[in-house]
């Protein structure tokens, strides 16, 4: 099972977009993967970090950010291209990552969030331990073979038909 899986909300907006020819309000990110964890970086230029909220809740991680416009109700708009309002991503997390321990800075528009890898349940390689099965040998007196235990000794020159 992949780390970070399906993102059903930007699934959706794409086909939307496709059907109704629309710009959807999807929050552009990229994920990457270190050695120890994965990192996300979300892009809210504008956005004030108090009106961002990252939520954990059952293998789901969720943003929600809202982008407020700068002008205001009296002000006579000419244009107004930027989405304002609010935005959401979700991302669903397995079942390796350390949910408990995620960090979250934003810097420069950025959000940037690193989910740590679960050492308890990280892939790990199982080692096999292997026997040859080898009869036992027994060491027979008088001869120069040494039989498989439970097989009868080979009779030697002492021990022959008498």
């Not at 939307?16 to 959807?24: C, E, T, V």
């Not at 669903?92 to 950025?110: H, K, Q, S």
């Not at 959000?111 to 027994?138: A, T, Y």
Request: proline share 11%; hydrophobic share 30%; with cysteine.
């Amino acid at each position: 099972m992949p780390a970070l899986g399906w993102d059903p909300l930007h699934n959706v907006d794409e086909m939307l977009s496709r059907f109704f020819g629309a710009q959807p309000h999807v929050v552009p990110m990229d994920v990457y993967r270190t050695q120890d964890a994965f990192c996300v970086d979300l892009d809210l230029p504008g956005v004030d970090p108090s009106d961002v909220d990252v939520e954990v809740d059952r293998g789901s991680l969720t943003v929600r950010a809202t982008r407020q416009p700068r002008y205001g109700e009296g002000d006579s708009v000419l244009s107004a291209q930027r989405p304002q309002g609010t935005f959401t991503r979700q991302i669903v997390l397995a079942e390796t990552l350390d949910t408990d321990a995620i960090e979250a800075e934003y810097r420069d528009g950025v959000l940037s969030l690193r989910i740590p890898v679960n050492r308890e349940r990280r892939p790990r390689k199982v080692e096999i331990s292997h026997r040859r099965d080898q009869p036992e040998r027994v060491d027979v007196p008088g001869t120069d073979q040494t039989p498989p235990t439970g097989a009868a000794p080979t009779p030697g020159p002492a021990e022959g038909p008498r």
